[in-house]
């Protein structure tokens, strides 16, 4: 059973850089035709794409973060990372990690979530 | 503001049929999938490619596309169905992917 789980700091400050990790068990992000997704949700709103990164190492970034997102893997830890620079109080908000199965918008797999909030 | 639009609130007595829909112009070259979302829990894919369920997910719900708009089904809605509905796609580019607003489901 495929299992994604968020990990990283639960308070950053503004102006700084967000970076949360995903690590995929029970299989492999090089595995074909998948993508691997970061998505976020503020507190009572609803959900928002970040970007992907396709098992070939292609990524894709919603063109309104794109300016300040980076996605990367790590194919020997098996894990994704994201990093969202130059943090507002509006990118408070779950961040979820999620696997996009043969479509960039088919997330089949997601991780809990894990709350980050912006703030000094 | 999102490019696929829904409604915010349905409601649906036990037992009946409702329809939440999704409108956007990307849905005329691309599938919608559909999620679940209960408070406090991550979303669940209920409805991917259109029509289709994954393993797990009751039959009552159905997915259906027309022009601009998919439809999300649920046909003898229970009490557990209450939650957020959301809805994505392929944006009409291709290349990035956009979430409806959301519906909140009430069953009454």
């Known amino acids: 059973q495929l299992q994604l789980q968020e990990s990283g700091p639960g308070l950053v400050k503004p102006s700084e850089t967000l970076s949360l990790t995903c690590t995929v068990s029970?299989?492999?992000?090089?595995?074909?035709?998948?993508?691997w997704g970061w998505i976020r949700q503020p507190p009572g709103k609803g959900l928002e794409w970040i970007g992907s990164?396709?098992?070939?190492?292609?990524?894709f970034y919603n063109p309104s973060l794109k300016s300040r997102v980076t996605i990367f893997g790590d194919t020997s830890k098996n894990q994704f990372s994201l990093k969202l620079s130059s943090v507002t109080a509006a990118d408070t908000a779950v961040y979820y990690c999620?696997?996009?199965?043969?479509?960039?918008?088919?997330?089949?797999?997601w991780g809990q979530g894990t709350l980050v909030t912006v703030s000094s | 503001s999102s490019e696929l639009t829904q409604d915010p609130a349905v409601s649906v007595a036990l037992g009946q049929t409702v329809r939440i829909t999704c409108q956007g112009d990307?849905?005329?070259?691309?599938?919608a999938t559909w999620y679940q979302q209960k408070p406090r829990q991550a979303p669940l894919l209920v409805i991917y490619?259109?029509?289709n369920r994954p393993s797990g997910i009751p039959d009552r719900f159905s997915g259906s596309s027309s022009g601009n708009t998919a439809s999300l089904t649920i046909t003898g809605a229970q009490a557990e169905d209450e939650a957020d509905y959301y809805c994505?796609?392929?944006?009409?580019?291709?290349?990035?992917?956009?979430f409806g607003g959301g519906t909140k489901l009430t069953v009454l």
């Open positions: 999620a696997r996009g199965a043969y479509n960039l918008a088919n997330f089949d797999y």
């Open positions: 029970g299989g492999s992000i090089s595995s074909s035709s998948y993508y």
């Open positions: 990164i396709y098992y070939s190492g292609s990524t």
């Open positions: 990307s849905l005329r070259n691309y599938y």
């Open positions: 490619a259109q029509d």
């Open positions: 994505n796609s392929r944006d009409s580019s291709g290349s990035r992917v956009v």
